[in-house]
């Protein structure tokens, strides 16, 4: 069954960095665009940022020039690199395939921006 598993969380001051993690597994990695969603306290989920089968990416406003996504074909990973965080980048992120009209979510992984 497709499973995603999402890592590397926690807490971090503003301007700070982390790099998240999502593993893939039951469906051919390689060949689906991957997605990282957010959810902050009080707000709607919002993509952050995604990558097709073929390295595009793209972004949303809010976090150009500061996240970088990127994927690894050959450990069915795909990252987040989030660099000089701010307070309302607080949020759980979740990563999510699209496979046969359906979405697979992970389960998430925290995000706490604060001093």
């Known amino acids: 069954q497709v499973q995603l598993v999402e890592s590397g969380g926690g807490l971090v001051q503003p301007g700070g960095s982390l790099r998240l993690s999502c593993a893939a597994s039951?469906?051919?990695?390689?060949?689906?665009?991957m997605y990282w969603y957010r959810q902050g306290p009080g707000k709607q989920r919002e993509l952050v940022a995604s990558?097709?089968?073929?390295?595009?990416?793209n972004y949303a406003d809010s976090v150009k020039g500061r996240f970088t996504i990127s994927r690894d074909n050959a450990k069915n990973t795909v990252y987040l690199q989030m660099n000089s965080l701010k307070p309302e980048d607080t949020a759980v992120y979740y990563c999510?395939?699209?496979?046969?009209?359906?979405?697979?979510w992970g389960q998430g992984t925290q995000v706490i921006v604060s001093s």
């Open positions: 999510k395939v699209g496979l046969r009209s359906r979405d697979y």
């Open positions: 039951g469906f051919i990695f390689r060949l689906n665009a």
């Open positions: 990558i097709t089968n073929s390295h595009s990416t």
